[in-house]
């Protein structure tokens, strides 16, 4: 996959036509299409931009990563030296501080 497939399923995925993505950064349709067809790459700030209003990280946009959201990566390695038992126990820690916040 490259970026402008991932930009395209983004914006696909919210719901939003080229044209309304396009008016919440100011841009035309046209020119979003630009980016959707590969024609184009944004800029660093756009990009930055973009992974921030999907709540994805910029890498994941440009196809480095396959990993949504930074945090997730923290997760992964933080319990790769863990057992199985172990990450049971951390799945619950962390149903139970959710429930918390909810409250």
């Known amino acids: 996959m490259e970026f402008h497939e991932r930009l395209k399923r983004e914006r696909k995925r919210s ?4 044209s309304e993505l396009g008016e919440k950064f100011n841009l035309s349709k046209q ?7 590969g024609a184009r790459i944004p800029n660093a700030d756009l990009l930055k931009a973009f992974a921030h209003f999907f709540d994805v990280s910029v890498d994941f946009l440009l196809c480095e990563t ?5 945090h997730d990566v923290l997760a992964f390695h933080t319990t790769e030296d863990l057992t199985e038992e172990e990450i049971d126990e951390v799945k619950k820690y962390i149903e139970f501080l959710k429930t918390k916040r909810d409250d």
């Open 31 to 37: 020119a979003i299409s630009t980016y959707e067809s």
């Open 66 to 70: 396959n990993v949504r959201h930074q």
């Open 15 to 18: 719901g939003l036509t080229q």
